[in-house]
């Protein structure tokens, strides 16, 4: 039975790269698990081996309708089995066709928890993965971050842009924030408060922000709102932001410090 099994999953064209891979001895200690449980009764090592199955399935992106198509191909040829060792015997075949229909059953009810929980797992982990490339915060000199953001931006972006451009001041002191938005193709009006916030935000943290590729249809998002543009220092392009920036590190590097300066109006006269 089992080999004519194996034949038919190989005829799953998403399954058949995985029995090509197969390990035979992991195969035959599932066999063997699969048999205590049936005729000893030692179901707890089954599980376990089901739910590891189950989540290697997930992690290989196989779809679980393919596992209730395997389930659904054993139970055939389970049922099979059945009928000719108690074609004779009415009760014992009842008996039997209960019990490998409640093992299929509960097998079929592991794998989905198991299979759903970890293709939980792994979508979120996708998710937070995407929503880190999708706004990086970029070190291109000591002093400068530049932020390209590129694609749609709801609240839970600009939170997280908020939050992971304002950590990367503090943590890189960064004195310049190019935040370049020539990717990204409209804004909700309600989140341009939001964004004029995150500038606002690196402002008190003591640098700069020059944002560039500031469309037409951006402005007018931000001026429907009635946004604070006074915290807005805008230019037409990452080039000129880069230009932009450059001259703000120059003129900081130039300029005496605070102390320094009261050090030399505080000095009395030669």
């Known amino acids: 039975m089992g080999d004519r099994i194996r034949t038919a999953a190989r005829a799953i064209p998403s399954l058949a790269p995985v029995l090509r891979t197969a390990d035979p001895e992991r195969d035959a200690e599932s066999r063997r698990l699969i048999e205590r449980a049936l005729t000893q009764d030692e179901w707890d090592a089954y599980w376990s081996d089901v739910r590891t199955q189950a989540a290697g399935y997930a992690m290989a992106d196989i779809p679980f309708s393919v ?5 659904a191909m054993l139970r055939t040829e389970a049922s099979a089995v059945v009928e000719r060792a108690y ?3 009415d009760a014992r075949r009842a008996g039997a066709r209960t019990a490998l229909d409640r093992w299929l059953d509960g097998a079929l009810g592991v794998f989905g928890d198991v299979f759903t929980s970890t293709m939980g797992d792994v979508i979120h982990r996708q998710q937070e993965a995407i929503r880190e490339l999708s706004t990086p915060v970029l070190q291109v000199r000591p002093q400068l971050l ?3 953001v590129v694609g749609a931006l709801d609240a839970a972006r600009l939170t997280q842009m ?3 451009v304002l950590a990367a001041v503090r943590r890189r002191r960064a004195r310049v924030v190019v935040l370049d938005v020539t990717g990204v193709p409209a804004l909700e009006p309600q989140m341009a408060e939001r964004l004029v916030r995150t500038v606002v935000g690196v402002r008190l943290m003591g640098a700069e922000v020059i944002v560039s590729g500031l469309s037409a249809a951006l ?3 931000l001026v429907s ?3 604070d543009l006074a915290a807005l220092r805008s230019v037409g392009d990452l080039q000129s932001g880069i230009e932009a920036a450059e001259a703000l590190l120059r003129d900081h590097r130039s300029a005496p410090s605070s102390s320094s300066s009261a050090r030399l109006r505080s000095a009395p006269p030669p």
């Open 87 to 89: 074609g004779g015997d």
């Open 67 to 71: 596992w209730v198509e395997v389930i």
């Open 146 to 148: 530049i932020v390209p």
């Open 219 to 221: 402005a007018q998002a």
């Open 162 to 164: 908020e939050t992971e």
């Open 225 to 227: 709102e009635g946004a």
